[in-house]
């Protein structure tokens, strides 16, 4: 196999026809990879994105070609993949207002230019789920962007499809995400085309590094809620002496401990599985 490129969480190996995508324990924050790893973490994103491509087969096709057809040394933490020409948006949905979401809102009211009603809090639940795409930024950060400019971009037939299939994807997730006590506030998708054409959802698909977990049973408006993702390691970065550019700082062992954790209770608590490496 021959490596051709290695991101801030996965390395992609190319192997044949395929792609061999393979989730490491890295742990970026701010677009920047810190230096401390994370045990089982890829792993962990790697079950539970199988586990959301098996609920969601009916929605939409996934990149899946095997999980166990893999080198040995990537066990457990890899998928033989079909390749795809990504399209350049990153797809959110959000169904809660918070994070960069709640900053664009109290700026002017709006997200990706979808008006929202006036006076609303952070973590406050929205009246239904939106769709708010940003660029897929090559360096730098990625921009929130209208739905209009993104059709622009890449076809009015694709957006509404893919809209109407991310905005899908969350509502079914959320779904079944609440039933077993944990709310999804907003989750970030990819999607690419086959070499038919298909449109195809690939990368991962509600984890802890793609989404917003919070416990239901602790949830209140008006105020941050305790996450179960990477949030976690956010917040515990923006209370060291750090400016946010490379290189990042290390992750002390309790933080480290606690993460795992998190993610961990999530697998658990969404598929029902006790977790075992």
């Not at 006590?181 to 690939?202: H, S």
């Not at 105020?223 to 290390?250: I, M």
Request: glycine content about 8%.
């Amino acid at each position: 196999m021959e490596l051709i490129h290695s991101g801030k969480v996965r390395d992609v190996y190319a192997d044949g026809d395929d792609l061999v995508l393979v989730a490491t324990d890295r742990v970026s924050v701010y677009d920047v990879v810190l230096p401390t790893e994370v045990p089982d973490k890829g792993k962990i994103l790697t079950r539970l994105s199988l586990w959301w491509f098996e609920q969601l087969a009916d929605v939409v096709p996934n990149h899946v070609i095997s999980a166990t057809d893999v080198p040995a040394e990537f066990a457990g933490r890899a998928l033989r993949v079909q390749r795809l020409t990504m399209l350049p948006v990153e797809w959110i949905a959000r169904g809660y207002l918070t994070g960069l979401g709640l900053k664009q809102y109290q700026k002017d009211g709006r997200v990706s230019g979808v008006e929202l009603p006036p006076g609303l809090v952070e973590s406050d639940r929205l009246p239904e789920p939106i769709f708010t795409p940003t660029t897929k930024a090559t360096e730098g950060h990625d921009e929130f962007i209208t739905y209009d400019e993104m059709a622009a971009q890449i076809g009015a037939d694709t957006a509404a499809r893919l809209r109407e299939t991310t905005l899908e994807v969350y509502r079914r997730g959320a779904a079944l995400a609440l039933d077993r006590g944990i709310i999804i506030a907003d989750t970030k998708l990819e999607f690419g085309r086959a070499a038919d054409g298909t449109l195809v959802l690939g990368d991962e698909v509600l984890t802890p590094d793609s989404s917003r977990f919070w416990p239901a049973d602790e949830y209140a408006p008006g105020r941050t809620q305790n996450s179960l993702d990477k949030q976690f390691v956010r917040d515990w970065s923006a209370t060291v002496d750090w400016d946010r550019t490379p290189p990042g700082p290390e992750i002390p062992e309790d933080i480290v401990e606690a993460t795992r954790a998190r993610y961990v209770e999530v697998y658990e608590r969404l598929t029902g599985d006790r977790w075992t490496a």
